[in-house]
RNA sequence: AGCGAGGUAGGGUAGCCUGGAGUGCCCGCCGGGCUCAUAACCCGGAGAUCGGUGGUCCAAAUCCACCCCUCGCUACCA
């Protein structure tokens, strides 16, 4: 069995998730059920990133201490994880967890021993009250753009990483496609940062910048490890190591990163530099998502507009918000999150399109024919078969391409083409008429579409897919036996799939 | 400012590369049909100067030029 490694990113915990964050976990799940629909063996890897001043800071505002809040956000990431149906193997807490420090070390050991660190004297231009650096671009009239104040010139000696080094072979590696970059706006502005010119970047910290937080530099307890030096590794830390190195060379290298557009860059150009340094094999592809807007708006916390995901799933559950997020948000541009446009999918898609065909397919079987279906001949309905059929394939290849919004409305044809095809074929008529094959043939084929759906939808709705599959009676959501015919269904009467919202 | 992406009915999109009646899809809206089903489903309809201007061509959403608007990227900052 083939493997296949995908992780998410690893958000800051300086707040608590919000639905940008499920988008995220969303598509890495789509992408990695349908793995495993496919066939792959698959390993999924998500976490939380602590070692940052940010979550210091914030921390530092709320009047608790970093351990407290890291400890009680990573929390509320982790159950967001489990709610959404995210199916994670590991899920590594930068801060916490032995193993994943021990990377950060053997990270920083290898580069090291490459000879691409080394200490230099950095000078820039400081704004105290954000505890962060400033080029000259981004300050306004000289001023931090924040607190409109001077800011000033401070010296550090730090750790550098010799970025400079590899920027001929990053470009060739992305150029190529050898490491690949999607969508290809993503790959182009990847390419064009490369191509202006790579410096060496500072991966570490003095222990008073940071506040006394994070993994300290391997023999220097002076400095601290720059958080994206560290957080990177967690990659490296859900596939095993250090701690089991057997599943790790299983699993490494990671087939697919999925990422957001703002941290592109560390992925598509500083984590590629470090693992060659490191003498580690290359992911195979980043996946770079947009972010959600609400209501047209960028979230933020000064509009007050930030959505939890975490109420969402309590208020519509959990499928529909997967559904929402992959099919309403194009999977690379940025897209919208409304609540009304959410509950309008669940009424007229999720309840009036997928779940009332599955509901009166069902239903129609287990109260006018026993709940039994045979094989039929078919006449009209190979047809449908076959229209299904094509379906299956286009949703194959565009989840196989990633194009996972594509290939949802695809899957949601295919519920469309069930209810036209039974109400063409109006087999309550049938029956009436007393034309008992004729009404079975088109409830065979309604059956075997329903099961049909319950296949190419798992990856989107897991639990609805499940439901819908135990209630035809076939348990699988292998996509080959979506391009089967079942013979034979005893199905049982359904409950129903979606409810409707007022 | 430089580089890149994009502007198609009320919203969201496909079509553009490889010109040929504004052709399609998902919602919303209006009307009709049906009754197996969660007042659901099926059919039909209204609604677009395809960002603007000019050009090439028998013919342009599609090719070219210029302009307007939106959005991304431009390093130590998710």
Redesign the pocket.
Known sequence: MPKFYITT?I??VNARP?V?HALEFVQTDVIARYRKAKGYSVSLTTGS?EN???NVLAAEKLGIGVRELCDANSLLFRSMADRIGLSYDAFVRTSADKDHAAVAEAIWGRCSKSGDIYRKK?K?LYCVRCE????E??LVAGLCPEHKVKPEVVEEE?Y?FR??RYQDRILELVEKGTVRITP???K???L??VK????????S?SVKRAHGWGIPVPGDPSQII???FDALGTYLTGAGMPSDMKRFGKLWPADVHV????????HA?YWLAMLISAGLELPREIFIHG?VTIE?Q??SKSIGNVVDPIDMIEKYGADPLRYYLI??V?TF????FSEK?LR??I???????????????L??IS??LDGKIEEQELGEGALAMKNVAGLVDDVDALLADGQLN?AL?KV??IS??G??Y???S????L??EGDGPAAREVLFVCANICRILGIVAWPFMPAASEKLLGYVGCGTHNFAQARKLVKKFAVVRPQ?????VE
């Open positions: 990113s958000p800051y919000h940008g990133d940052s001043l940010t950095y820039g962060l650096y400033y080029t671009s981004e730090n550098f970025l400079s290809d706006g993503r182009n502005e990847v064009s940062f202006s010119g790579l410096e060496d970047f500072s991966i910290r720059y958080v994206w990422i957001g557009k703002g941290i592109a860059r560390f150009v972010y047209g960028k979230m099919k309403n194009s541009e940025d897209g919208d446009a309008e999918a009424n007229s898609e999720l309840v009036g399109n997928l779940g009332n065909f599955v509901n009166r397919t239903t129609f109260s006018k594509a409305l949601m044809e469309g083409m209810n036209k039974f109400q063409d109006e087999p309550w008529k029956v009436k129903i799939l979606f409810s409707k």
